[in-house]
């Protein structure tokens, strides 16, 4: 699996964007799992025509000491569907930007 990872998360930090993340984002029935969803203006041509797939996620996983960003666009309507898969550049691209920019807001440096 494609992951983004950022590694080395203080104790402290790890309050702070789970706080965040707890506030902002639908949790997982899963501890620690929370779904990011995806811009409609992203979604690729299949993604855009499976209408009873939509909305689509990233998946992002905080552990105490990381934060595992899951790379593949998924579903949470359907196991499988041909409008799942690796996340496109432009999806990964904005993906990342956006993870990254949950450290600067909670003004987070590694």
Same mark, same amino acid.
């Given at each position: ?41 992203? +979604?690729?041509?299949?993604? !855009?025509?499976?209408?009873? &797939?939509?909305?689509?996620?990233? *998946?992002? =996983? ?8 899951? +790379?593949?666009?998924?579903? !949470?309507?359907?196991?499988? &569907?041909?409008?799942?898969?690796? *996340?496109? =550049? ?21």
């Amino acid at each position: 699996m494609r992951q983004y990872v950022i590694d080395e998360i203080k104790p402290q930090d790890y309050e702070q964007i789970k706080n965040y993340l707890d506030k902002h984002f639908e949790q997982s029935t899963m501890a620690g799992i929370y779904w990011i969803p995806v811009d409609y203006e992203l +979604l690729n041509d299949i993604q !855009k025509q499976h209408t009873d &797939c939509q909305p689509f996620y990233f *998946a992002v =996983e905080l552990l105490p000491d990381r934060l595992v960003c899951e +790379l593949l666009v998924r579903t !949470k309507n359907c196991m499988r &569907c041909s409008c799942m898969g690796m *996340a496109d =550049e432009d999806q990964r691209n904005w993906f990342i930007t956006f993870a990254d920019s949950i450290f600067e807001r909670l003004g987070i440096r590694f």
